[in-house]
């Protein structure tokens, strides 16, 4: 079985495990923002975000659907109108879950502080990494070093997708756990809110598995090449 053959078995594997996670997700946040609660998301961000001592952090409403996220360059927590204006739970479980990393980084929570520290890289990396990457397959017979440029830009990507497991794993669970506590859910809607976070984060574990999938890939050629 040739490299190519087996990294399109995998592409495909992931693109459909991908597709089945989306559906989900996209299932359970429809299910759970039919579940009303007296708040909005906005109202539950700013009250996590006071419960936690924290004042200094807007809370904005922006454009798009899933656009939700926290900004630690200017201290931001950006909801999507839905999430924003929404009084259900998939709107408090995604407010919370945004808060959550305000909340990291209030308190320098290590893994946030290093994938802040990556993104400057990564963003170097996206940008280069595609040519130097297909121009280091054309010369690898003749100029390999640039091939292996191209695979350790890559592979700084697939370092910020595992980083980034472990901050929206605890994000979440400083939501859920806030969401209990405060009295914004109950016995009956706080497994909602998990299940719906739950969802969410599979999507960031099936994006690490497809980089790294794919490093592997870039790593078979090279070494492949380096044989023939």
């Not at 399109?8 to 594997?13: A, D, M, N, Q, R």
């Not at 890559?154 to 994000?171: G, K």
């Not at 909602?192 to 690490?208: C, E, K, P, R």
């Amino acid at each position: 079985m040739t490299t190519t053959t087996i990294y399109w078995i995998l592409f495909l594997g992931i693109a459909l495990i991908s597709w089945a996670v989306s559906a989900s997700l996209e299932r359970k946040f429809k299910r759970y923002s039919e579940v009303p609660l007296r708040m909005t998301g906005k109202e539950v961000a700013e009250k996590m975000l006071h419960d936690n001592g924290i004042y200094d952090v807007q809370i904005t409403c922006v454009s798009g659907t899933l656009t939700d996220h926290y900004n630690p360059a200017n201290k931001t927590v950006n909801l999507s109108r839905e999430v924003y204006e929404g009084a259900n739970i998939s709107a408090a479980a995604v407010a919370a879950h945004e808060c959550g990393h305000a909340v990291q980084h209030a308190h320098e929570y290590a893994p946030l502080k290093m994938r802040s520290a990556l993104v400057p890289v990564v963003s170097f990396s996206s940008r280069w990494m595609t040519w130097i990457l297909l121009i280091g397959m054309l010369t690898l017979q003749t100029f390999p070093q640039l091939m292996m440029v191209g695979i350790a830009l890559f592979a700084t990507t697939t370092l910020f997708s595992f980083i980034t497991l472990p901050v929206e794993v605890n994000a979440s669970q400083r939501a859920v756990d806030w969401l209990r506590e405060a009295g914004i859910t109950d016995s009956e809607t706080t497994p909602m809110a998990s299940d719906a976070l739950h969802a969410a984060a599979y999507t960031y574990v099936v994006a690490a598995l497809s980089s790294l999938a794919t490093l592997i890939y870039y790593i078979l050629i090279f070494l492949g090449g380096r044989r023939d």
